[in-house]
Nanobody, 124 residues
Framework: QLVESGGGSVQVGGTLKLSCAAS?????????LGWFRQVPGKGREGVAT???????YYASSVNGRFTISHDNAKNTVYLQMNNLKPEDSAMYYC????????????????????WGQGTQVTVS
């Protein structure tokens, strides 16, 4: 089970920090952790990934503004979002993958075994 939190409505340039708390079982067998987002009528878009040893990858649209991290002791993945823009508005989902390594340079929704219910981010 994955539970996302931290979404909300903010002004342009604002900040939010999303959290994704996973059950111990899901987290234990997941080595690639990711955040995706989706707007109505479009497919799920990759935002950032982090491997359990700390390697990260970001979509070009968020690189330099967003930071993904994780806390193994808390089974939690985070997404710090700074300097938010209206185009960042979406439902944000965290995903956990049993892949030993995240794919480099590409986000593949099918790689992720477990998904949360999503948390809405609105920037205006």
């Amino acid at each position: 089970q994955l539970v996302e939190s931290g979404g909300g409505s903010v002004q342009v340039g604002g900040t939010l920090k999303l959290s994704c708390a996973a059950s111990t079982y899901y987290y234990k067998y997941s080595y690639c952790l990711g955040w995706f987002r989706q707007v109505p009528g479009k497919g799920r878009e990759g935002v950032a990934t982090v491997e359990r040893d700390g390697n990260t990858y970001y979509a070009s649209s968020v690189n330099g503004r967003f930071t993904i991290s994780h806390d193994n002791a808390k089974n939690t993945v985070y997404l710090q979002m700074n300097n938010l823009k209206p185009e960042d508005s979406a439902m944000y989902y965290c995903g956990l993958s049993s892949r030993f390594r995240c794919r480099w340079g590409v986000f593949v929704v099918g790689d992720y075994n477990f998904w949360g219910q999503g948390t809405q981010v609105t920037v205006s």
